[in-house]
């Protein structure tokens, strides 16, 4: 399900967050995707979801509500652990309005494990997370 179209929606958001994962392996992962994308096609809302062992890199966007609702949502999820909103914002378009949940294995253009261990997502700007999803939307239009 596509969430596209030439209306804008005047209160669609993104919101960018990071958090540490709890219980890490393929069938965790397995069931945070299945869980994401059938409740994202329910709610309207579209993203990627960058990950690795030591960290989840989301992007979420949809109607406010709805996102806000998904962030609470993975708050209370105790697969995520220290979650940290990066970005908040309103946005004219969807960056991944193809994808209920898009999933990208962390490459090596992320932050390195030890990156992370030194406080990388603490340092980096808005901006810089933004740029991480921007090359993950081209790199998934080129596919």
């Known amino acids: 399900m596509a969430f596209t179209g030439a209306a804008i929606i005047s209160d669609l958001i993104q919101i960018i967050y990071s958090s540490r994962p709890f219980g890490y ?3 965790m992962l397995n069931g ?3 869980d994401a994308r059938r409740c ?9 979801l960058i990950c690795r062992q030591d960290v989840y890199l989301q992007l979420l966007e949809g109607p406010a509500q709805a996102v806000e609702a998904t962030c609470d949502r993975i708050r209370r999820d105790d697969r995520h652990l220290e979650m940290a909103i990066r970005v908040n914002q309103q946005v004219a378009a969807r960056m991944f309005g193809d994808w209920a949940m898009f999933h990208d294995p962390a490459k090596s253009w992320l932050w390195s494990a030890q990156d992370i261990s030194d406080g990388a997502l603490e ?3 808005g901006a810089h997370f933004k740029q991480v999803f ?6 998934a239009k080129t596919g």
Do not use: K, P, T
Not at 40 to 48: E, L, P, Q
Not at 134 to 139: G, K, N, P, V
């Open 25 to 27: 392996d393929d069938a």
């Open 32 to 34: 945070v995707l299945m």
């Open 40 to 48: 994202n096609m329910r709610d309207g809302v579209s993203g990627a």
């Open 123 to 125: 340092r980096a700007s």
């Open 134 to 139: 921007e090359r993950l939307a081209a790199d």
